[in-house]
């Protein structure tokens, strides 16, 4: 099984008032990691929306471990834990330089078809692509 690993830049806009990332930041690399599985799984975002759908979320969480500081550098792991008939659970890791984990979190989304505003099936083809990257077990 395989997991998405991208590195997040922090910059000074990224830093709230305590002087380490803002809540929201988490939220904005979360969305970058669901549009890097969606081009690993050959989905890309503007294709799908051609074809008359895209992806909503339904639900986040996010529980902080240790705080992200602006000379930190963020590595970011994320995999599908639930595959569902129409809905997905995505789970994300947040690390500092030290390897030393900083943060976890959850998303619930699914796709939506635009012209009936309503959720839209996985196909049989599209799971097969979301399988690598499934991974049941938490870790």
């Known amino acids: 099984m395989e997991t998405i690993n991208y590195e997040m830049p922090i910059y000074t806009f990224d830093i709230d008032f305590n002087s380490h990332v803002s809540n ?14 969606l081009d690993a799984v050959g989905m890309e975002i503007n294709k799908i929306i051609q074809q008359g759908f895209g992806p909503v979320l339904m639900e986040t969480s996010i529980s902080y471990k240790k705080p992200l500081l602006l000379s930190d550098k963020v590595k970011v792991e994320l995999w599908v834990s639930e595959l569902g008939k129409a809905s997905a659970w995505l789970q994300f890791r947040f690390y500092n330089q030290m390897e030393e984990l900083a943060a976890s979190g959850a998303q619930r989304g699914l796709f ?17 692509k979301f399988e690598p990257y499934l991974i049941k077990e938490n870790k």
């Open 112 to 128: 939506i078809d635009f012209v009936s505003g309503k959720p839209r099936r996985i196909s049989d083809e599209e799971r097969s």
């Open 24 to 37: 929201i930041v988490y939220i904005r690399w979360m969305e970058i990691g669901r549009l890097k599985l």
